[in-house]
C-alpha cells in the first residue's frame, strides 16, 4: 500500500511538472493528499471487481494497477495512451484492471457504478463496484435515484464519498446540508465515516464492506475525509480567497497519509527508512523513464478521429 | 401473412431476444406487471421474472445511467422510456455517457444498450407528453436512431437494435400501437442504414420517418389520382443514413418533399434536405422541401394541435406547388 501511494505522489508530480512546463495539453486535477482512499480501498479489491472514477481520477487508475508508461501517454495525447489519447486526464482509465472510466461530469457515474453492480447480481458473479465520487458530487440528484435502487435491489455497490472540504472553489459546509452519511442513512443503507488519511482504516473497513457486498449484504456508504494539497486544478494557484495557506501547511505536515504510513511501517519493523527511501527513489526513476517515454511516444494518427464513433464502423465519417 | 399490430410486434421482438440471448433484460416505469402504460410489454415478466424485467422508481436519469454501466459490464439492457419527452430528463446519461464511452476509451469499452421511447402528437396530451425528439438525439455522435414506420419494421429494428453493440435509440409512434400489419411468423431482422422504398414514382420523392411514412402513403394516393407520380421512402433509421437511395432517387425524379414529425427548425428534415442539395443539386427542378412539426410546444386543444403537424392533405399541395414550377419561398 505504501508503494502505490507513492506510485500516485510521484505521478502527480510528474503531471503537474508537465502541467507547468507547458508539455501537457490542457490541464489537470492533482490527487495529491487522498493517497490513502484510493489505495485503502482498492487493495481491497480483486481484478474484477469494478471501480469508476472521477474528474480528480489519476489516483484510482493507478490504485486500480495501472501503468506509468501508458498513462502518461494518455495525460499527453498520445497513441499509446489508455485511451488512445482520447480522453486525457479527466477520462484516464486501464480498463482491463476494471477501471469503467473517470467522469468528467460531477456525480455523472454514479449510475453506471450502480448499473455494474446489477450486472453482477444478474449474471450470478460476486463482483463488487466501488463508485469513487467527491463531496460535491453529493448535491447531484442523480447519487439519490441510484442509492434508492441500490438499496432497493441490494446491489453490490459501495459508494466511496471522498470528502475533501472543498466543491470545486467553494468549502463543503457552503454546499452540503446536514450530515453527508444521514443521506445514505436514509435509504437503509449502513453508512460510515473514516479518515480518509488513514490508509490502514480505510483498508480494514472496505475490506469488511467488500466481503459483505460479495455475501449480498450491499450497497454501503463511506464518507472519506481526506484533503487535495493542489487547487481544483492546476491552474488553480492563488486560492487563499476560500482556502488559508495554514490551514493546506497543516494537512501536508500533520496528516499526511505518507509520511503517517511510512512512520508506522518503521516503528513497526516491517520496513527500514533505507528500504523505504530505496523504494522511493525507484518510483521516481519508473515515472521519469515513463514521463521520458511519453514525451517521445507518437500521437495517434489524424485518420484515427473518426474511430470508435461506434463499434461496428472503421470510420464514421466515411459512412455518409 | 398474419397480421399484428405494432404493440405486438415490439412485445414479440422482445420476447424472442431474451430468450435468446439471456443478458437481455428491461428496465423501466410500470414495464413488469403493468407493461406500461401502453401494454407493450405485457406478459413479458411472467416469463422472465421480476429479475430481468425490472420496474424502477419514477427516476429516470437514475435507471438509464444504470442501464449505461450495466451495459459496459456484460449485459444488454433495453431502457423503456414511457414518453419521448423523458429524454430531456435522461440527456446527461444519454448523450455524455453513453454516447461516448466507446470513443473515449479509445474503443476498449462498449454500450450495446437500447433505449425504447416513442414520439407523435395528436393524442390530446399536451406539450410535455406529445413531442417527437429524435432530432436532439440523432444530432449526438455516438448514437444510432431507428423509426419504425410499422409492426414489420418495429419488430425487425428492434431486434436489430438489442443485438448491436452500440447505444440505439429506437422512437416508436405512440398514435401507432394498435396499428395492424403483416409481420411474418419466422424470424427476420431489418439492418440498420437501409431505407425502404415503400413506393416507387417517376414524379416526386416524399421521404418520410415513422409516422409521417403513412401520411404520405396517403398523399401519393391522392397524388397518383390527380396523375401526379410520388415515390415514398422510409429512411427506417436516421443514423446511420441511407443518403445513397435518397440521393439516387431524388436524381431520379428531381422533386423532393421530406416529411417528419420533429420540429421543423434546425431538424431531420433540415438534414436531409441538406444533403440533396449537396449531392444532387444539379438535378433538381425545385428546392428541396422541409415539413416538420410547427415550431411552437404542442398545444392541448384539438383545434390548435392537430394542425401543428403535416398531414396527408398538406403533403399533397406542396408537391402540386412544385409540379407546377410555383415558388414556394420566394424571397
Known amino acids: 500500500m505504501y508503494r502505490q501511494m507513492v506510485r500516485i505522489r510521484t505521478f502527480e508530480d510528474n503531471a503537474n511538472q508537465l502541467y507547468l512546463s507547458a508539455k501537457m495539453p490542457g490541464l489537470t486535477h492533482m490527487y495529491s493528499g487522498e493517497e490513502a482512499v484510493a489505495v485503502g480501498i482498492c487493495e481491497a479489491l480483486r481484478k474484477t471487481d469494478k471501480i469508476t472514477s472521477t474528474h480528480r481520477g489519476h489516483g484510482h487508475c493507478v490504485a486500480k494497477g495501472a501503468e506509468f508508461k501508458e498513462m502518461f501517454c494518455e495525460l499527453l495525447g498520445k497513441e499509446e495512451g489508455y485511451c488512445r489519447g482520447k480522453g486525457g486526464s479527466m477520462h484516464i482509465a486501464d480498463q482491463s484492471n476494471g477501471n469503467l472510466g473517470a467522469n468528467a461530469i460531477v456525480g455523472g457515474s454514479m449510475g453506471i457504478a450502480t448499473g455494474s453492480a446489477f450486472s453482477a447480481k444478474l449474471l450470478g458473479q460476486d463482483d463488487v463496484t466501488v463508485c469513487f465520487f467527491g463531496d460535491g458530487a453529493t448535491a447531484q440528484g442523480l447519487m439519490y435515484e441510484t442509492m434508492n435502487m441500490a438499496a432497493l435491489w441490494n446491489l453490490p455497490v459501495i459508494y466511496a464519498c471522498e470528502n475533501n472540504g472543498y466543491s470545486e472553489y467553494t468549502k463543503t459546509e457552503e454546499i452540503a446540508a446536514g450530515s453527508i452519511t444521514a443521506r445514505a442513512e436514509a435509504f437503509g443503507m449502513e453508512a460510515f465515516q473514516v479518515d480518509g488519511q488513514d490508509v490502514l482504516a480505510v483498508n480494514t473497513l472496505t475490506e469488511q464492506l467488500v466481503e459483505r457486498c460479495r455475501k449480498g449484504e450491499g450497497p454501503f456508504f463511506i464518507e472519506l475525509m481526506t484533503y487535495r494539497y493542489h487547487g481544483h486544478h492546476v491552474g488553480d494557484i492563488n486560492r487563499e480567497y476560500y482556502r488559508s495557506k495554514d490551514e493546506e501547511q497543516d494537512w501536508k505536515e500533520n496528516r499526511d497519509p505518507i509520511i503517517r504510513f511510512r512512520s508506522w511501517l518503521v516503528s513497526e519493523g516491517i520496513a527500514s527508512e533505507a528500504e523505504i527511501d530505496a523504494m522511493n527513489a525507484e518510483i521516481k526513476d519508473d515515472a521519469a523513464t515513463a514521463v521520458e517515454y511519453a514525451l517521445n511516444a507518437k500521437y495517434p494518427d489524424v485518420s484515427e478521429v473518426d474511430m470508435h464513433v461506434f463499434t461496428d464502423v472503421t470510420h464514421a465519417l466515411a459512412q455518409g | ?331
Open chain 2, 1 to 331: 401473412m398474419r397480421e399484428i399490430t405494432l404493440s405486438q410486434a415490439v412485445n414479440e421482438a422482445l420476447a424472442e431476444e431474451m430468450r435468446r440471448d439471456e443478458t437481455v433484460f428491461i428496465i423501466g416505469e410500470d414495464v413488469a406487471e403493468a407493461g406500461t402504460p401502453f401494454k407493450v410489454l405485457s406478459g413479458l415478466v411472467e416469463e422472465f421474472g421480476t429479475a430481468r424485467v425490472v420496474d424502477t422508481p419514477i427516476a429516470e436519469p437514475g435507471f438509464m445511467g444504470l442501464a449505461v454501466g450495466a451495459a459496459m459490464t456484460g449485459t444488454r439492457p433495453v431502457v423503456d422510456l414511457m414518453f419521448g419527452d423523458f429524454i430531456y430528463l435522461i440527456m446527461d446519461q444519454l448523450c455524455n455517457q453513453a454516447a461516448k464511452t466507446h470513443y473515449m476509451s479509445g474503443g476498449k469499452l462498449n454500450v450495446p444498450l437500447v433505449l425504447r421511447t416513442n414520439l407523435g402528437a395528436t393524442r390530446r396530451s399536451a406539450a410535455q407528453h406529445s413531442q417527437s425528439l429524435h432530432a436532439l438525439v440523432a444530432h449526438i455522435p455516438g448514437l444510432k436512431v431507428a423509426m419504425p414506420s410499422s409492426a414489420y419494421e418495429a419488430k425487425g429494428l428492434m431486434k436489430t437494435a438489442i443485438r448491436d453493440n452500440n447505444p440505439v435509440v429506437i422512437f416508436e409512434d405512440k398514435l401507432m400501437y394498435n396499428d395492424k400489419a403483416p409481420v411474418p411468423e419466422e424470424e427476420y431482422l431489418i439492418p440498420f442504414g437501409e431505407a425502404n422504398i415503400k413506393r416507387e414514382g417517376s414524379d416526386i420523392t416524399l421521404i418520410a420517418t415513422s409516422s409521417m411514412v403513412q401520411v404520405c402513403e396517403e398523399a401519393a394516393e391522392i397524388l397518383a389520382a390527380e396523375g401526379i407520380s410520388a415515390e415514398v421512402i422510409d429512411p427506417r433509421t436516421i443514423v446511420p443514413l441511407d443518403e445513397k437511395t435518397l440521393i439516387a432517387s431524388a436524381k431520379k425524379t428531381s422533386r423532393v418533399i421530406v416529411v417528419d414529425e420533429g420540429h421543423q427548425n434546425y431538424g431531420v428534415t433540415g438534414e436531409i434536405a441538406g444533403r440533396i442539395n449537396e449531392k444532387a443539386f444539379y438535378h433538381l427542378d425545385a428546392p428541396v422541401l422541409r415539413m416538420g412539426a410547427m415550431d411552437v410546444p404542442v398545444p392541448f386543444s384539438p383545434a390548435l394541435e392537430d394542425i401543428t403537424v403535416p398531414t396527408p392533405q398538406a403533403v399533397v399541395e406542396n408537391a402540386r406547388k412544385l409540379m407546377s414550377g410555383e415558388m414556394i419561398h420566394a424571397a
